[in-house]
């Protein structure tokens, strides 16, 4: 049974960055602007409504957005205006619940059950929330009321932008049969094909499978795709929860004892760390490997970088260094880990970075890697000198 009596809110500001750069700048109101790097270098870390109307998303190459809409406004990112705005739309949030879980710089769960007796009903809250916003910072939030974080979430989405959905527990149903199932909290490109390739494309399709095919076609995520297809989701809002870091680690069959065999999956491990960092918009300045030795000891060594990194091939050889301030080689190795802590937008606050041609163009090549591991699994493409890899794999998000 679903808690009937939950109510969570999922607010979200509308194209943050360019929103913050809209308001300071009025002459930008209704225009396309880019937030990011120098014109004809880095990456888009934000698109406005009126850029995204010409396909313009954040991670695109600068020179690709300028192609798309070439009378785009470029602006730099301005960091601490986007920080302080953020606070201030926190301090808000917290009038009405303090039980808020941070998704990012400008998105949050709020369980506001405990609320409804002093504010009203959800969607009244999530009314007020969005009216202090405006009048207190100048930008727009969109907000999802539901039953659950994963309904929440679509609503917001569906409310996109300036807007407000509920989706009452009589409307779950009819709001969620209709969708994709990509739309799906976990569902990927490779799940959405396997799913196709079965005939399934929408969540009311996928409702028809029991949950026994599921477990048997998918594991342990058939569970989670057979309840979330019934708009089911007890995750509570968790107050104390925070990306702090992005990893990977592996267990291996047979402890390592070769430090090249270990340098290769620090590699692979590598790889893996970047593409989720750049999948989630992130770069991290911290670098950290994990060693856990045969006789299941664990060592961890960190290293904090002045610039943020999403290469893999960058975070390799930072690792590397790490390794060989273990006793790994001398000891047989059990399980190796990488993670990046310390995330940042990708590319944001270093300028400088941008005019680096190397690395634009090692975020280009990355960026095309992620696109062929999108399409075709991440097991399937792998850069030269990576060995094949059991995927006895774990991601690891703190
Ligand atoms: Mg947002």
């Given at each position: 049974m679903t808690s009937a009596r939950r109510c969570i809110?999922?607010?979200?500001?509308?194209?943050?960055?360019?929103?913050?750069?809209?308001?300071?700048?009025?002459?930008?109101?209704?225009?396309?602007?880019?937030?990011?790097?120098?014109?004809?270098?880095?990456?888009?870390?934000?698109?406005?409504?009126?850029?995204?109307?010409?396909?313009?998303r954040s991670a695109m190459p600068m020179a690709q957005a300028l192609r798309l809409c070439p009378e785009a406004v470029v602006q730099p990112v301005r960091m601490a205006e986007y920080r302080a705005a953020s606070r201030a739309v926190f301090a808000i949030f917290a009038r009405y619940t303090d039980c808020i879980e941070a998704l990012s710089i400008d998105e949050a769960f709020?369980?506001?059950?405990?609320?409804?007796?002093?504010?009203?009903?959800?969607?009244?809250?999530?009314?007020?929330?969005?009216?202090?916003?405006?009048?207190?910072?100048?930008?727009?939030?969109?907000?999802?009321?539901?039953?659950?974080?994963?309904?929440?979430?679509?609503?917001?989405?569906?409310?996109?932008?300036?807007?407000l959905r509920e989706i009452h527990p009589d409307q779950i149903d009819a709001f969620l049969l209709p969708l994709p199932v990509r739309s799906l909290w976990g569902?990927?490109?490779?799940?959405?094909?396997?799913?196709?390739?079965?005939?399934?494309?929408?969540?009311?399709?996928?409702?028809?499978l029991s949950r026994d095919f599921l477990h048997r076609r998918f594991g342990t995520a058939g569970g989670l795709l057979y309840e979330l297809a019934r708009g089911i989701d007890e995750r509570p809002?968790?107050?104390?929860?925070?990306?702090?870091?992005?990893?990977?680690?592996?267990?291996?069959?047979?402890?390592?004892?070769?430090?090249?065999?270990?340098?290769?999956e620090l590699l692979a491990l590598s790889e893996r760390v970047a593409g989720r960092l750049r999948r989630k918009g992130v770069q991290g300045r911290c670098v950290t490997v994990k060693v856990k030795f045969a006789d299941f000891s664990v060592v961890t060594r960190s290293r904090t970088l002045s610039t943020g990194l999403s290469n893999g091939g960058e975070i390799f050889s930072v690792a590397c260094e790490l390794l060989g301030q273990t006793e790994a080689g001398r000891r047989p190795v059990r399980l190796l880990g990488v993670s990046l802590s310390t995330l940042e937008a990708l590319g944001a606050g270093q300028p400088e970075l941008f005019s680096a041609p190397r690395h634009e163009r090692l975020l280009r090549l990355d960026r095309a890697v992620d696109a062929l591991r999108e399409r075709f699994g991440d097991p399937g493409v792998v850069k030269a000198g990576l060995l094949a890899h059991p995927p006895s794999a774990s991601d690891v998000e703190e």
């Open positions: 809110l999922h607010l979200d500001l509308d194209a943050f960055y360019a929103a913050v750069e809209q308001r300071d700048h009025p002459q930008l109101q209704g225009r396309p602007v880019i937030v990011g790097g120098s014109l004809r270098r880095g990456v888009v870390c934000a698109a406005s409504y009126e850029a995204r109307y010409y396909g313009v709020l369980d506001v059950s405990h609320s409804l007796r002093l504010f009203g009903p959800g969607a009244a809250i999530a009314g007020k929330i969005r009216q202090e916003v405006r009048d207190e910072t100048g930008l727009t939030l969109s907000a999802g009321i539901a039953p659950n974080k994963f309904l929440a979430k679509l609503a917001s989405e569906a409310a996109k932008p300036d807007g569902v990927g490109a490779v799940t959405a094909e396997r799913l196709a390739a079965m005939g399934i494309r929408q969540v009311g399709e996928l409702r028809r809002v968790d107050s104390e929860a925070r990306i702090k870091s992005i990893g990977h680690e592996d267990t291996y069959a047979e402890d390592l004892r070769d430090t090249e065999v270990m340098r290769r």
